[in-house]
Protein backbone atom coordinates (compact mmCIF):
# COMPACT_ATOMS: atom_id res chain seq x y z
CA UNK A 1 0.00 0.00 0.00
CA UNK A 2 2.71 2.41 0.74
CA UNK A 3 4.43 1.72 -2.31
CA UNK A 4 1.04 2.75 -4.22
CA UNK A 5 1.22 5.60 -2.33
CA UNK A 6 4.38 6.91 -3.85
CA UNK A 7 3.54 6.33 -7.02
CA UNK A 8 0.18 8.38 -7.24
CA UNK A 9 2.15 11.22 -4.85
CA UNK A 10 4.99 11.61 -7.90
CA UNK A 11 4.46 14.62 -9.67
CA UNK A 12 3.77 13.69 -13.28
CA UNK A 13 6.07 14.72 -16.29
CA UNK A 14 4.27 17.79 -18.06
CA UNK A 15 4.90 18.10 -21.56
CA UNK A 16 4.46 21.33 -23.38
CA UNK A 17 1.85 20.69 -26.14
CA UNK A 18 3.86 22.64 -28.81
CA UNK A 19 6.21 19.84 -28.43
CA UNK A 20 4.07 17.19 -29.08
CA UNK A 21 4.64 15.19 -32.52
CA UNK A 22 2.74 12.69 -33.98
CA UNK A 23 5.40 10.30 -34.45
CA UNK A 24 6.73 10.45 -31.09
CA UNK A 25 3.13 9.91 -29.81
CA UNK A 26 2.95 6.56 -31.25
CA UNK A 27 6.16 5.57 -30.56
CA UNK A 28 7.46 5.31 -34.30
CA UNK A 29 10.66 8.18 -34.03
CA UNK A 30 13.06 8.02 -37.34
CA UNK A 31 16.12 9.48 -35.38
CA UNK A 32 16.68 6.18 -34.01
CA UNK A 33 18.83 5.58 -30.31
CA UNK A 34 21.17 8.47 -28.94
CA UNK A 35 24.10 6.39 -29.75
CA UNK A 36 27.19 8.61 -30.03
CA UNK A 37 29.38 7.35 -32.79
CA UNK A 38 32.84 9.16 -31.08
CA UNK A 39 32.59 6.46 -28.96
CA UNK A 40 35.21 3.54 -28.22
CA UNK A 41 34.20 0.24 -30.84
CA UNK A 42 33.18 -1.55 -27.66
CA UNK A 43 30.93 0.63 -26.10
CA UNK A 44 29.40 1.42 -29.17
CA UNK A 45 28.74 -2.25 -29.73
CA UNK A 46 27.13 -2.66 -26.77
CA UNK A 47 24.93 0.20 -26.63
CA UNK A 48 23.18 -0.82 -30.38
CA UNK A 49 23.29 -4.98 -29.26
CA UNK A 50 22.91 -5.43 -25.61
CA UNK A 51 22.09 -2.55 -23.67
CA UNK A 52 18.59 -2.27 -21.70
CA UNK A 53 18.80 1.07 -20.79
CA UNK A 54 18.83 2.38 -24.37
CA UNK A 55 15.40 2.28 -26.26
CA UNK A 56 15.00 1.73 -30.32
CA UNK A 57 18.31 -0.32 -30.08
CA UNK A 58 18.66 -3.85 -30.93
CA UNK A 59 18.52 -5.52 -27.71
CA UNK A 60 14.64 -6.36 -27.73
CA UNK A 61 14.78 -7.52 -30.80
CA UNK A 62 17.39 -9.96 -30.10
CA UNK A 63 15.80 -11.27 -27.14
CA UNK A 64 12.90 -11.94 -29.59
CA UNK A 65 14.73 -13.84 -32.09
CA UNK A 66 16.82 -16.05 -29.55
CA UNK A 67 13.54 -16.76 -27.43
CA UNK A 68 11.69 -17.91 -30.48
CA UNK A 69 14.90 -19.75 -31.90
CA UNK A 70 14.84 -21.53 -28.35
CA UNK A 71 11.04 -22.54 -29.20
CA UNK A 72 11.37 -24.20 -32.04
CA UNK A 73 14.24 -25.39 -31.05
CA UNK A 74 12.17 -27.55 -28.12
CA UNK A 75 9.73 -28.52 -31.22
CA UNK A 76 12.79 -30.07 -33.09
CA UNK A 77 13.53 -32.04 -30.43
CA UNK A 78 10.24 -33.21 -29.76
CA UNK A 79 9.72 -34.38 -33.45
CA UNK A 80 13.20 -36.33 -33.34
CA UNK A 81 11.50 -39.10 -31.17
CA UNK A 82 8.93 -39.74 -34.07
CA UNK A 83 11.35 -42.19 -36.19
CA UNK A 84 8.87 -41.63 -39.15
CA UNK A 85 9.28 -37.90 -39.41
CA UNK A 86 13.17 -38.13 -38.23
CA UNK A 87 14.42 -40.66 -40.40
CA UNK A 88 13.45 -38.42 -43.83
CA UNK A 89 14.62 -35.03 -42.71
CA UNK A 90 17.29 -36.54 -40.52
CA UNK A 91 19.60 -34.12 -42.58
CA UNK A 92 17.70 -31.48 -42.53
CA UNK A 93 17.71 -31.66 -38.48
CA UNK A 94 21.16 -31.37 -38.45
CA UNK A 95 21.45 -28.42 -40.26
CA UNK A 96 18.93 -26.92 -38.29
CA UNK A 97 21.01 -27.98 -35.26
CA UNK A 98 24.08 -26.48 -36.69
CA UNK A 99 22.31 -23.32 -36.95
CA UNK A 100 21.02 -23.04 -33.90
CA UNK A 101 24.18 -23.68 -32.10
CA UNK A 102 26.44 -21.05 -34.72
CA UNK A 103 23.47 -18.32 -33.17
CA UNK A 104 24.19 -19.39 -29.71
CA UNK A 105 27.68 -18.95 -29.37
CA UNK A 106 27.84 -16.04 -31.68
CA UNK A 107 25.63 -14.37 -28.76
CA UNK A 108 27.78 -16.03 -25.86
CA UNK A 109 30.83 -14.54 -28.12
CA UNK A 110 29.13 -11.30 -27.99
CA UNK A 111 28.12 -11.16 -24.68
CA UNK A 112 31.41 -12.36 -23.70
CA UNK A 113 33.47 -9.64 -25.59
CA UNK A 114 30.99 -7.03 -24.02
CA UNK A 115 31.05 -8.40 -20.09
CA UNK A 116 33.51 -5.10 -19.69
CA UNK A 117 30.41 -2.84 -20.51
CA UNK A 118 27.96 -4.57 -18.57
CA UNK A 119 26.92 -2.90 -15.50
CA UNK A 120 26.85 -6.39 -13.90
CA UNK A 121 30.50 -6.71 -14.67
CA UNK A 122 32.10 -3.96 -15.40
CA UNK A 123 33.14 -3.09 -11.49
CA UNK A 124 35.02 -6.64 -11.01
CA UNK A 125 38.51 -7.11 -11.60
CA UNK A 126 38.23 -9.81 -14.34
CA UNK A 127 34.61 -8.91 -16.03
CA UNK A 128 34.42 -11.62 -18.48
CA UNK A 129 35.97 -14.04 -16.24
CA UNK A 130 32.91 -13.15 -13.78
CA UNK A 131 30.49 -13.47 -16.64
CA UNK A 132 31.91 -16.59 -17.25
CA UNK A 133 30.65 -18.11 -13.68
CA UNK A 134 27.43 -15.89 -13.98
CA UNK A 135 24.08 -18.58 -13.79
CA UNK A 136 22.96 -16.61 -17.14
CA UNK A 137 26.60 -17.71 -18.79
CA UNK A 138 26.36 -21.24 -17.57
CA UNK A 139 23.07 -21.98 -19.08
CA UNK A 140 23.81 -20.30 -22.37
CA UNK A 141 27.31 -22.95 -22.49
CA UNK A 142 24.88 -25.79 -21.81
CA UNK A 143 22.89 -24.96 -24.63
CA UNK A 144 25.97 -25.57 -26.83
CA UNK A 145 28.27 -27.78 -24.98
CA UNK A 146 26.42 -30.91 -26.18
CA UNK A 147 26.88 -30.18 -29.59
CA UNK A 148 30.92 -30.15 -29.02
CA UNK A 149 31.01 -33.14 -26.66
CA UNK A 150 29.80 -35.55 -29.07
CA UNK A 151 32.33 -34.48 -31.48
CA UNK A 152 35.12 -35.99 -28.81
CA UNK A 153 33.14 -38.00 -26.53
CA UNK A 154 30.58 -40.43 -27.88
CA UNK A 155 27.05 -39.64 -25.56
CA UNK A 156 24.38 -41.89 -25.95
CA UNK A 157 21.35 -40.11 -28.41
CA UNK A 158 19.18 -39.72 -25.62
CA UNK A 159 21.28 -37.90 -23.05
CA UNK A 160 22.09 -35.83 -25.98
CA UNK A 161 18.35 -34.42 -26.28
CA UNK A 162 18.29 -34.57 -22.45
CA UNK A 163 20.96 -31.99 -22.56
CA UNK A 164 20.09 -30.29 -25.53
CA UNK A 165 16.84 -29.37 -23.76
CA UNK A 166 18.95 -27.40 -21.58
CA UNK A 167 18.43 -24.52 -24.03
CA UNK A 168 15.63 -23.93 -23.07
CA UNK A 169 16.83 -22.62 -19.59
CA UNK A 170 17.99 -19.73 -21.84
CA UNK A 171 14.28 -18.40 -21.88
CA UNK A 172 14.86 -17.45 -18.21
CA UNK A 173 17.05 -14.41 -19.17
CA UNK A 174 13.76 -12.67 -20.34
CA UNK A 175 11.57 -13.91 -17.67
CA UNK A 176 14.00 -13.22 -14.57
CA UNK A 177 14.34 -9.74 -15.43
CA UNK A 178 10.18 -9.40 -15.99
CA UNK A 179 9.34 -11.37 -12.42
CA UNK A 180 12.04 -8.74 -10.60
CA UNK A 181 10.14 -6.09 -12.49
CA UNK A 182 7.04 -7.53 -11.38
CA UNK A 183 8.06 -8.22 -7.60
CA UNK A 184 8.78 -4.31 -7.42
CA UNK A 185 5.97 -2.61 -8.78
CA UNK A 186 3.84 -5.17 -6.30
CA UNK A 187 5.92 -5.11 -3.33
CA UNK A 188 3.21 -4.97 -0.24
CA UNK A 189 0.20 -5.84 -2.79
CA UNK A 190 -1.94 -9.11 -1.48
CA UNK A 191 -1.63 -12.50 -2.95
CA UNK A 192 -4.73 -11.91 -5.03
CA UNK A 193 -3.64 -8.08 -6.36
CA UNK A 194 -0.44 -10.37 -7.72
CA UNK A 195 -2.38 -12.67 -9.59
CA UNK A 196 -5.03 -9.96 -10.64
CA UNK A 197 -1.92 -7.97 -12.68
CA UNK A 198 -0.56 -11.47 -13.99
CA UNK A 199 -3.71 -11.76 -15.89
CA UNK A 200 -5.64 -8.42 -16.25
CA UNK A 201 -4.28 -5.43 -17.33
CA UNK A 202 -3.09 -2.76 -15.34
CA UNK A 203 -0.10 -0.32 -13.98
CA UNK A 204 1.55 -3.06 -11.91
CA UNK A 205 1.38 -6.12 -14.98
CA UNK A 206 4.76 -4.98 -16.54
CA UNK A 207 6.23 -6.63 -18.58
CA UNK A 208 5.45 -10.25 -16.87
CA UNK A 209 2.02 -9.59 -17.96
CA UNK A 210 2.51 -9.32 -21.38
CA UNK A 211 4.96 -12.56 -21.58
CA UNK A 212 2.37 -14.22 -19.75
CA UNK A 213 -0.43 -13.23 -22.26
CA UNK A 214 2.24 -13.98 -25.01
CA UNK A 215 2.50 -17.26 -23.99
CA UNK A 216 -1.12 -18.24 -24.16
CA UNK A 217 -1.20 -16.88 -27.00
CA UNK A 218 1.09 -19.00 -28.43
CA UNK A 219 -0.08 -22.43 -26.99
CA UNK A 220 -3.46 -21.13 -28.54
CA UNK A 221 -2.04 -21.37 -31.82
CA UNK A 222 -0.16 -24.49 -31.37
CA UNK A 223 -2.86 -26.25 -29.72
CA UNK A 224 -4.99 -25.32 -32.75
CA UNK A 225 -2.16 -26.44 -35.25
CA UNK A 226 -2.30 -29.78 -33.43
CA UNK A 227 -5.98 -30.26 -33.82
CA UNK A 228 -5.65 -29.46 -37.39
CA UNK A 229 -2.82 -31.90 -38.33
CA UNK A 230 -5.02 -34.66 -35.82
CA UNK A 231 -7.18 -34.86 -38.67
CA UNK A 232 -5.32 -35.69 -40.92
CA UNK A 233 -4.82 -39.55 -40.71
CA UNK A 234 -1.15 -40.12 -41.70
CA UNK A 235 -0.09 -37.78 -39.74
CA UNK A 236 -1.71 -38.51 -36.33
CA UNK A 237 -0.97 -42.43 -36.72
CA UNK A 238 2.85 -41.54 -36.43
CA UNK A 239 2.59 -38.81 -33.79
CA UNK A 240 -1.01 -39.39 -32.10
CA UNK A 241 0.68 -40.01 -28.40
CA UNK A 242 2.45 -36.57 -28.97
CA UNK A 243 -0.78 -35.35 -30.00
CA UNK A 244 -2.19 -36.05 -26.58
CA UNK A 245 0.63 -35.06 -24.44
CA UNK A 246 0.16 -31.54 -26.13
CA UNK A 247 -3.69 -31.64 -25.64
CA UNK A 248 -3.09 -32.32 -21.75
CA UNK A 249 -0.54 -29.72 -21.38
CA UNK A 250 -2.55 -26.91 -22.96
CA UNK A 251 -5.87 -28.09 -21.38
CA UNK A 252 -4.02 -27.74 -17.84
CA UNK A 253 -2.21 -24.34 -19.07
CA UNK A 254 -5.90 -22.80 -20.11
CA UNK A 255 -7.23 -24.13 -17.21
CA UNK A 256 -5.12 -22.56 -14.74
CA UNK A 257 -5.54 -19.52 -16.47
CA UNK A 258 -9.39 -20.07 -16.58
CA UNK A 259 -9.53 -20.66 -12.43
CA UNK A 260 -6.89 -17.73 -12.48
CA UNK A 261 -9.51 -15.00 -13.90
CA UNK A 262 -11.89 -15.93 -11.50
CA UNK A 263 -10.32 -15.81 -8.52
CA UNK A 264 -8.87 -12.71 -9.28
CA UNK A 265 -11.73 -11.09 -11.08
CA UNK A 266 -13.22 -9.61 -7.89
CA UNK A 267 -10.12 -6.90 -8.14
CA UNK A 268 -12.08 -5.60 -11.05
CA UNK A 269 -14.91 -2.71 -10.26
CA UNK A 270 -17.38 -4.21 -12.38
CA UNK A 271 -16.27 -7.56 -10.61
CA UNK A 272 -16.63 -6.89 -7.00
CA UNK A 273 -18.76 -8.75 -4.66
CA UNK A 274 -17.06 -11.84 -4.17
CA UNK A 275 -19.51 -14.54 -5.94
CA UNK A 276 -21.69 -12.51 -7.49
CA UNK A 277 -18.80 -10.91 -9.13
CA UNK A 278 -17.09 -14.31 -9.94
CA UNK A 279 -20.43 -15.28 -11.58
CA UNK A 280 -20.89 -12.08 -13.60
CA UNK A 281 -16.84 -12.83 -15.15
CA UNK A 282 -18.23 -16.25 -15.69
CA UNK A 283 -20.62 -15.21 -17.54
CA UNK A 284 -19.02 -12.74 -19.79
CA UNK A 285 -17.88 -13.92 -23.50
CA UNK A 286 -14.21 -14.02 -23.22
CA UNK A 287 -14.77 -15.99 -20.37
CA UNK A 288 -17.47 -18.48 -21.74
CA UNK A 289 -14.79 -19.01 -24.46
CA UNK A 290 -12.05 -19.91 -22.37
CA UNK A 291 -14.12 -22.87 -20.80
CA UNK A 292 -15.16 -24.08 -23.96
CA UNK A 293 -11.63 -24.38 -24.64
CA UNK A 294 -11.19 -26.48 -22.22
CA UNK A 295 -14.61 -28.14 -21.50
CA UNK A 296 -14.30 -31.11 -24.52
CA UNK A 297 -10.88 -32.37 -22.78
CA UNK A 298 -13.05 -32.57 -19.41
CA UNK A 299 -16.70 -34.16 -20.55
CA UNK A 300 -14.82 -36.77 -23.26
CA UNK A 301 -12.30 -37.62 -19.77
CA UNK A 302 -15.53 -38.06 -17.68
CA UNK A 303 -18.01 -39.36 -19.78
CA UNK A 304 -15.89 -41.10 -22.91
CA UNK A 305 -16.63 -44.73 -21.32
CA UNK A 306 -20.34 -44.24 -20.85
CA UNK A 307 -21.16 -41.76 -24.07
CA UNK A 308 -19.35 -42.00 -27.69
CA UNK A 309 -17.62 -37.89 -27.65
CA UNK A 310 -15.02 -38.25 -29.98
CA UNK A 311 -17.25 -35.45 -31.89
CA UNK A 312 -16.82 -33.04 -29.05
CA UNK A 313 -12.35 -32.89 -30.17
CA UNK A 314 -13.10 -30.44 -33.37
CA UNK A 315 -14.77 -28.16 -30.51
CA UNK A 316 -11.02 -27.59 -29.59
CA UNK A 317 -10.90 -25.27 -32.58
CA UNK A 318 -12.97 -22.65 -30.06
CA UNK A 319 -9.61 -22.24 -28.50
CA UNK A 320 -8.77 -19.64 -31.39
CA UNK A 321 -11.24 -17.73 -30.22
CA UNK A 322 -9.53 -16.66 -27.08
CA UNK A 323 -6.83 -14.85 -29.80
CA UNK A 324 -10.31 -12.46 -29.68
CA UNK A 325 -9.31 -10.89 -25.95
CA UNK A 326 -5.89 -9.13 -27.55
CA UNK A 327 -7.54 -7.81 -30.36
CA UNK A 328 -9.72 -4.47 -29.66
CA UNK A 329 -11.82 -4.73 -33.46
CA UNK A 330 -13.95 -7.78 -32.02
CA UNK A 331 -15.04 -5.19 -28.89
CA UNK A 332 -16.08 -2.69 -31.52
CA UNK A 333 -17.94 -5.31 -33.71
CA UNK A 334 -19.61 -6.93 -30.80
CA UNK A 335 -20.72 -3.22 -29.78
CA UNK A 336 -21.75 -2.74 -33.22
CA UNK A 337 -23.97 -5.97 -33.22
CA UNK A 338 -25.46 -4.76 -29.87
CA UNK A 339 -26.45 -1.21 -31.07
CA UNK A 340 -28.00 -2.71 -34.59
CA UNK A 341 -29.57 -5.60 -33.06
CA UNK A 342 -33.20 -4.51 -33.44
CA UNK A 343 -32.43 -3.38 -37.47
CA UNK A 344 -30.14 -7.03 -37.57
CA UNK A 345 -32.97 -8.97 -36.31
CA UNK A 346 -35.25 -7.70 -38.50
CA UNK A 347 -33.69 -8.10 -41.36
CA UNK A 348 -32.96 -11.97 -40.40
CA UNK A 349 -36.46 -12.19 -40.00
CA UNK A 350 -37.49 -11.22 -43.17
CA UNK A 351 -34.29 -13.62 -44.61
CA UNK A 352 -35.76 -16.26 -42.90
CA UNK A 353 -39.21 -15.43 -44.62
CA UNK A 354 -38.00 -15.62 -47.60
CA UNK A 355 -35.91 -18.58 -47.30
CA UNK A 356 -39.46 -20.47 -45.93
CA UNK A 357 -41.76 -18.84 -49.03
CA UNK A 358 -38.44 -20.03 -51.81
CA UNK A 359 -38.29 -23.47 -50.34
CA UNK A 360 -42.46 -23.93 -50.12
CA UNK A 361 -42.84 -22.88 -53.84
CA UNK A 362 -39.88 -24.89 -54.81
CA UNK A 363 -41.46 -28.31 -53.14
CA UNK A 364 -45.31 -27.43 -54.69
CA UNK A 365 -43.37 -26.81 -58.58
CA UNK A 366 -40.92 -29.14 -58.08
CA UNK A 367 -41.93 -32.15 -56.18
CA UNK A 368 -43.53 -34.18 -58.64
CA UNK A 369 -41.05 -33.55 -61.19
CA UNK A 370 -38.24 -34.29 -58.81
CA UNK A 371 -39.11 -36.13 -55.41
CA UNK A 372 -36.38 -37.80 -54.94
CA UNK A 373 -34.62 -34.36 -54.67
CA UNK A 374 -37.80 -31.88 -53.35
CA UNK A 375 -39.54 -34.86 -50.91
CA UNK A 376 -40.22 -32.14 -48.83
CA UNK A 377 -40.31 -28.71 -47.38
CA UNK A 378 -37.02 -29.29 -44.25
CA UNK A 379 -34.99 -30.64 -47.39
CA UNK A 380 -36.07 -27.98 -50.06
CA UNK A 381 -34.52 -25.00 -47.70
CA UNK A 382 -31.38 -26.01 -48.32
CA UNK A 383 -32.10 -25.42 -52.12
CA UNK A 384 -33.32 -22.47 -50.88
CA UNK A 385 -30.48 -21.08 -49.36
CA UNK A 386 -28.03 -21.35 -51.88
CA UNK A 387 -30.43 -20.60 -54.32
CA UNK A 388 -30.98 -16.52 -52.73
CA UNK A 389 -26.96 -16.52 -51.61
CA UNK A 390 -26.14 -17.33 -55.11
CA UNK A 391 -24.23 -19.37 -54.20
CA UNK A 392 -25.81 -22.32 -56.60
CA UNK A 393 -23.59 -25.53 -56.23
CA UNK A 394 -25.93 -26.93 -58.88
CA UNK A 395 -26.46 -30.62 -57.00
CA UNK A 396 -30.08 -29.06 -56.45
CA UNK A 397 -31.92 -27.31 -59.57
CA UNK A 398 -35.50 -26.77 -61.01
CA UNK A 399 -36.12 -28.66 -64.25
CA UNK A 400 -39.84 -27.10 -64.54
CA UNK A 401 -40.66 -23.98 -66.33
CA UNK A 402 -42.70 -22.54 -63.54
CA UNK A 403 -39.75 -23.78 -60.56
CA UNK A 404 -36.75 -21.85 -62.93
CA UNK A 405 -39.16 -18.64 -63.20
CA UNK A 406 -39.44 -18.53 -59.75
CA UNK A 407 -36.17 -19.31 -59.06
CA UNK A 408 -34.53 -16.53 -61.34
CA UNK A 409 -36.87 -14.10 -59.32
CA UNK A 410 -36.32 -15.60 -55.62
CA UNK A 411 -32.70 -15.16 -56.41
CA UNK A 412 -32.64 -11.43 -57.63
CA UNK A 413 -34.72 -11.01 -54.55
CA UNK A 414 -31.70 -12.94 -52.37
CA UNK A 415 -29.59 -10.47 -53.74
CA UNK A 416 -31.27 -7.20 -51.73
CA UNK A 417 -32.46 -8.91 -49.30
CA UNK A 418 -29.06 -11.24 -48.12
CA UNK A 419 -26.97 -8.18 -48.80
CA UNK A 420 -29.24 -5.91 -46.21
CA UNK A 421 -27.20 -7.43 -42.99
CA UNK A 422 -23.89 -7.30 -44.21
CA UNK A 423 -24.24 -3.32 -45.41
CA UNK A 424 -25.51 -2.85 -41.95
CA UNK A 425 -22.77 -4.29 -40.20
CA UNK A 426 -20.35 -2.38 -42.74
CA UNK A 427 -22.07 0.99 -42.66
CA UNK A 428 -22.40 0.93 -38.54
CA UNK A 429 -18.94 -0.34 -37.95
CA UNK A 430 -17.68 2.66 -40.01
CA UNK A 431 -20.28 4.62 -37.82
CA UNK A 432 -18.64 3.53 -34.51
CA UNK A 433 -15.32 4.06 -35.44
CA UNK A 434 -16.31 7.80 -36.65
CA UNK A 435 -17.83 8.54 -32.89
CA UNK A 436 -14.93 6.76 -31.57
CA UNK A 437 -12.46 9.03 -33.04
CA UNK A 438 -14.95 11.89 -32.39
CA UNK A 439 -14.28 11.08 -28.60
CA UNK A 440 -10.96 10.92 -28.78
CA UNK A 441 -11.01 14.08 -30.32
CA UNK A 442 -13.28 16.11 -27.35
CA UNK A 443 -10.70 13.54 -24.92
CA UNK A 444 -7.70 15.71 -26.58
CA UNK A 445 -9.24 18.94 -26.40
CA UNK A 446 -9.89 18.38 -22.61
CA UNK A 447 -6.68 17.02 -22.02
CA UNK A 448 -5.12 19.99 -23.93
CA UNK A 449 -6.91 22.97 -22.47
CA UNK A 450 -4.16 23.53 -19.49
CA UNK A 451 -1.49 23.84 -22.47
CA UNK A 452 0.44 20.53 -21.31
CA UNK A 453 0.52 16.57 -21.49
CA UNK A 454 0.77 14.62 -18.65
CA UNK A 455 2.62 10.80 -19.40
CA UNK A 456 -0.89 9.33 -18.37
CA UNK A 457 -2.97 11.66 -21.31
CA UNK A 458 -0.01 10.48 -23.78
CA UNK A 459 -0.55 6.74 -22.97
CA UNK A 460 -3.76 7.19 -23.16
CA UNK A 461 -3.63 8.84 -26.56
CA UNK A 462 -1.36 6.19 -28.05
CA UNK A 463 -3.62 3.17 -26.81
CA UNK A 464 -6.57 4.83 -28.11
CA UNK A 465 -4.78 5.98 -31.90
CA UNK A 466 -3.43 2.36 -32.00
CA UNK A 467 -6.41 0.99 -31.43
CA UNK A 468 -8.56 3.52 -33.59
CA UNK A 469 -5.58 2.70 -36.74
CA UNK A 470 -5.26 6.53 -36.50
CA UNK A 471 -2.49 7.46 -38.96
CA UNK A 472 0.77 10.24 -38.60
CA UNK A 473 -1.02 12.05 -40.82
CA UNK A 474 -4.49 12.24 -39.05
CA UNK A 475 -3.10 12.50 -35.56
CA UNK A 476 -0.74 15.31 -36.56
CA UNK A 477 -4.07 17.42 -38.20
CA UNK A 478 -5.76 16.86 -34.87
CA UNK A 479 -3.11 17.68 -32.95
CA UNK A 480 -2.42 20.96 -34.61
CA UNK A 481 -6.41 21.39 -34.93
CA UNK A 482 -7.14 21.50 -31.27
CA UNK A 483 -4.24 23.70 -30.25
CA UNK A 484 -5.15 26.58 -33.05
CA UNK A 485 -8.46 25.85 -31.65
CA UNK A 486 -7.55 26.68 -28.27
CA UNK A 487 -4.87 29.65 -29.32
CA UNK A 488 -7.92 30.95 -31.27
CA UNK A 489 -9.77 30.79 -28.03
CA UNK A 490 -7.87 32.61 -26.14
CA UNK A 491 -6.34 34.82 -28.86
CA UNK A 492 -10.01 35.94 -28.93
CA UNK A 493 -11.06 36.38 -25.34
CA UNK A 494 -7.62 38.88 -25.54
CA UNK A 495 -8.13 41.29 -28.56
CA UNK A 496 -10.04 43.99 -28.68
CA UNK A 497 -13.57 43.35 -30.94
CA UNK A 498 -12.54 46.37 -33.58
CA UNK A 499 -9.88 44.30 -34.19
CA UNK A 500 -11.80 41.36 -34.33
CA UNK A 501 -13.78 42.54 -36.68
CA UNK A 502 -11.19 43.58 -38.90
CA UNK A 503 -10.13 40.65 -39.60
CA UNK A 504 -13.07 38.41 -41.45
CA UNK A 505 -10.98 34.14 -40.38
CA UNK A 506 -10.68 36.04 -36.73
CA UNK A 507 -14.15 37.42 -36.79
CA UNK A 508 -15.65 33.97 -38.16
CA UNK A 509 -13.75 31.75 -35.89
CA UNK A 510 -15.19 34.11 -32.97
CA UNK A 511 -18.76 34.09 -34.08
CA UNK A 512 -18.48 30.84 -33.72
CA UNK A 513 -17.05 30.24 -30.18
CA UNK A 514 -20.13 32.63 -29.24
CA UNK A 515 -22.69 30.66 -30.95
CA UNK A 516 -21.08 28.12 -28.83
CA UNK A 517 -20.80 29.87 -25.57
CA UNK A 518 -25.07 30.23 -26.29
CA UNK A 519 -25.81 27.19 -27.37
CA UNK A 520 -24.13 25.54 -24.05
CA UNK A 521 -25.96 28.37 -22.22
CA UNK A 522 -29.55 27.19 -23.26
CA UNK A 523 -28.41 23.35 -22.79
CA UNK A 524 -27.64 24.33 -18.74
CA UNK A 525 -30.42 26.62 -18.68
CA UNK A 526 -33.83 26.33 -17.30
CA UNK A 527 -36.05 27.66 -19.99
CA UNK A 528 -39.21 28.72 -18.41
CA UNK A 529 -37.25 30.87 -15.86
CA UNK A 530 -34.80 32.38 -18.45
CA UNK A 531 -37.77 33.20 -20.62
CA UNK A 532 -39.83 34.51 -17.40
CA UNK A 533 -36.73 36.60 -16.38
CA UNK A 534 -36.09 37.98 -19.57
CA UNK A 535 -39.70 38.96 -20.33
CA UNK A 536 -39.40 41.13 -16.85
CA UNK A 537 -39.11 44.38 -17.43
CA UNK A 538 -38.46 43.59 -21.06
CA UNK A 539 -35.07 42.61 -20.50
CA UNK A 540 -34.61 40.98 -23.92
CA UNK A 541 -36.25 42.54 -27.40
CA UNK A 542 -38.67 40.67 -28.86
CA UNK A 543 -35.90 39.31 -32.07
CA UNK A 544 -33.55 38.77 -29.43
CA UNK A 545 -35.70 36.64 -27.31
CA UNK A 546 -36.86 34.84 -30.57
CA UNK A 547 -33.26 34.11 -31.56
CA UNK A 548 -32.80 32.59 -27.99
CA UNK A 549 -35.87 30.03 -28.59
CA UNK A 550 -34.42 28.77 -31.23
CA UNK A 551 -31.99 27.68 -29.58
CA UNK A 552 -34.06 26.25 -27.32
CA UNK A 553 -35.92 24.78 -30.61
CA UNK A 554 -32.64 23.39 -31.45
CA UNK A 555 -31.72 21.57 -28.03
CA UNK A 556 -34.89 19.57 -27.87
CA UNK A 557 -34.66 18.98 -31.36
CA UNK A 558 -30.97 17.72 -30.79
Same mark, same amino acid.
Given at each position: ??????????????????????????? @??????????????????????????????????????????????????????????????????????????????????????????????????? !??????????????????????????? !????????????????????????????????????????????????? !??????????? /????????????????????????????????????????? /??????????????? #???????????????????????????????????????? #??????????????????????????????????????????????????????????????????????????????????????????????????????????????????????????????? #?????????????????????????????????? /???????? @????????????????? !????????????????????????????? /??????????????????????????????????
Amino acid at each position: MSQEIIQDSAPPKLIDIESVDAKALLG @LEEAGPAISRDQPFRRWLYDWTLNPNIPGNFQKSLDSWIGILIVVNLFALVLEHVPALFEPYKQLFHYFDIFSVTVFVLEYALRFYLAPEDEEFQRKDM !PRVAYIFSPFAIIDFLAVAPFFLQAFI !PIDLRALRFLRLLRILKLFRIVIPAIKEFAELNRGRTFRQKIHAMVFES !PYGGKLQTIFD /TFIGIWVIISVLAVVLESIQSVSYLINLEFVILDTIAVAIF /TIEYLMRLYACVEEP #RFRHGFLGRLKQARNPATVIDLLAILPFFLEVLLGTVLDL #RFLRTFRLARLLKLTRYNDSTKILTTVIAREWPVISASAFIMILMVIMTASLGYVFEHEAQPEKFDNIPNSVYWAVITLASVGYGDISPITAVGRFMTVVMALLGIGIFAIPAALLASAFGDQLHKE #REMLKSNLRNMMKDGHLDESEIEMLRVEAKRLHI /TIEELNAL @LEHVHNERINKQNHSQI !PLHVIAERPAQAVEHYKNLLGQIHQLALM /TDAAKFEAAARESDRLSASELSMWQKFQSGKASG
